[in-house]
């Protein structure tokens, strides 16, 4: 069966440090992944989509970047994280068809 | 560029209650997600709809796709309490690989 892992579960860095989330999938191959980030309370903001190694698609101008070294690795990166980055981070990944998202369990960052 | 509304944002609901929950989007597309988020938790799926007309149930949850109006609507039936958390709708973009989810309906039962 598939799974996704994502980590760490909390976060809190200064503002200014660097920043680096990673999410891997198991027990698929190809998969579509998303990094979204979450405000509290609020809907889900896609930051990020991958359809294949080394391909990127960005919604969101912004101090974030992301990468895919590695079919079923999608890491989510910033050199100085602003105080605006807080939030909920979920990633998630999509299989071939109509197949839903399924969600890792996230990541809860807090800038202070 | 794809658009999802969701109405209402919030809902509070008494026990026993029916509601619905609508799903309007902005663009062509015939597959259209409702997921689940209980507080500070992550997304699970619920429901896939993929044709128009499609109908899917499960338990007190019944969502349904309107691809000409571009409408999905989530029905409870008699609330009870562990309903209570915050649903999104999503929708697939043209080409299959983004996906855009409306701003959630955070729902409270209430006994």
């Known amino acids: 069966s598939q799974t996704i892992h994502q980590w760490p579960a909390t976060l809190v860095q200064p503002v200014g440090s660097p920043l680096s989330l990673e999410c891997t999938v198991e027990?698929?191959?190809?998969?579509?992944l998303y990094w979204y980030r979450q405000a509290a309370g609020r809907g889900l903001q896609l930051l990020f989509y991958s359809v294949g190694i080394g391909q990127i698609s960005s919604e969101v101008p912004q101090n974030l970047s992301a990468s895919r070294p590695q079919d079923r690795q999608f890491i989510l990166s910033s050199k100085k994280l602003l105080l605006s980055d807080s939030g909920f981070y979920l990633c998630?990944?999509?299989?071939?068809?109509?197949?839903?998202?399924?969600f890792g369990d996230g990541t809860r960052l807090s800038i202070l | 560029e794809l658009k999802v509304e969701q109405n209402p944002l919030f809902l509070s609901m008494q026990e026993g209650k029916n509601y619905t929950i609508y799903c309007n989007y902005s663009?062509?597309?015939?597959?259209l997600y409702w997921y689940r988020q209980d507080p500070g938790k992550s997304l699970e799926s619920l429901f896939v709809l993929l044709s128009n007309g499609a109908v899917k149930q499960e338990g007190r949850l019944m969502a349904s796709l309107d691809t000409k109006a571009r409408l999905s609507t989530l029905h409870i039936t008699a609330a009870v309490h562990d309903l209570s958390a915050t649903y999104f709708c999503?929708?697939?973009?043209?080409?299959?690989?983004?996906?855009?989810f409306g701003a959630g309906t955070r729902l409270t039962v209430k006994p």
């Open positions: 663009t062509t597309s015939d597959r």
């Open positions: 999503a929708v697939a973009s043209y080409n299959n690989n983004d996906m855009r």
């Open positions: 998630a990944w999509r299989g071939a068809g109509d197949q839903p998202q399924h």
């Open positions: 027990g698929t191959s190809n998969p579509n």
